[in-house]
């Protein structure tokens, strides 16, 4: 099955300063990247996703790049923000299959 | 997207009981998932509620320990059977509207088994 690895574990920037998780995966068919922002108390929200045909995508302050070739995907959060503390998980799915495989999370705190 | 319920969200029971956790979505949706995240983890996955036939269970997770109801395309449950204090975890449960690959996580039910 998929194996997904998500680094660093935890993450600590100063205000202002741009954020960076990766993942790597092991399932080729994979073809669907979200990845979720969970906030203590609260479910995981969605934030952004790619799909398996786009190298990029941005939306304001947070991008999510892929590498199809060498698996791996990662997310990019710029001029961060104290609210942007959270855990954010990264995941990977399959159209065909409806299920996603999560990684393990990263704690981000922000610094003011 | 979708908007998630979740009730209750929260309870303290006892072990050996049991408590059935139920889950409204505010449309049709065409798949719903239970996971389950216990403090400082991941999310693991249940098992796939399908509407009017059995779940589908993750490898690690039996219908005897987790039984799952889905009458309908908005609305489903899960219940956490005698359970022990291995149980205390927060459960989840999350859709795919069917429109995209997007899927949807309701606030969680906090469980605490002493």
């Known amino acids: 099955g998929e194996n997904v690895e998500q680094h660093p574990s935890t993450l600590s920037v100063q205000e202002g300063d741009s954020a960076v998780i990766k993942c790597t995966y092991s399932?080729?068919?994979?073809?669907?990247f979200p990845w979720y922002k969970q906030e203590l108390g609260k479910g995981p929200q969605l934030i952004i996703d790619?799909?398996?045909?786009?190298g990029e995508k941005k939306d304001q302050r947070i991008a999510v790049t892929l590498n199809k070739t060498a698996k791996h995907f990662s997310l990019h959060i710029t001029e961060t923000q104290p609210e942007d503390s959270a855990v954010y998980f990264c995941?990977?799915?399959?159209?065909?299959?409806?299920?996603?495989?999560f990684g393990d999370g990263t704690t981000l705190t922000v610094k003011p | 997207s979708a908007v998630i319920s979740q009730k209750p969200s929260r309870d303290i029971c006892q072990r050996g009981t049991s408590l059935t956790i139920q889950c409204q979505v505010d449309?049709?949706?065409?798949?719903m998932f239970w996971y389950r995240q216990q403090p400082g983890q991941s999310l693991t996955l249940i098992a796939t509620?399908?509407?009017?036939?059995?779940?589908?269970?993750e490898s690690g997770f039996v219908i005897d320990k987790f039984p799952i109801s889905r009458p309908n395309l908005t609305f489903s449950t899960l219940t956490v059977s005698n359970m022990s204090p291995e149980d205390s975890s927060i459960y989840l449960c999350?859709?795919?509207?069917?429109?995209?690959?997007?899927?949807?996580f309701g606030p969680g039910t906090r469980l605490t088994v002493t």
């Open positions: 999350s859709v795919r509207t069917g429109l995209s690959d997007e899927q949807y």
């Open positions: 509620a399908n509407q009017g036939s059995e779940a589908t269970y």
């Open positions: 790619i799909r398996s045909n786009v």
């Open positions: 399932d080729s068919a994979s073809n669907y």
């Open positions: 449309s049709q949706v065409t798949m």
């Open positions: 995941a990977t799915g399959n159209t065909n299959a409806g299920k996603s495989t």
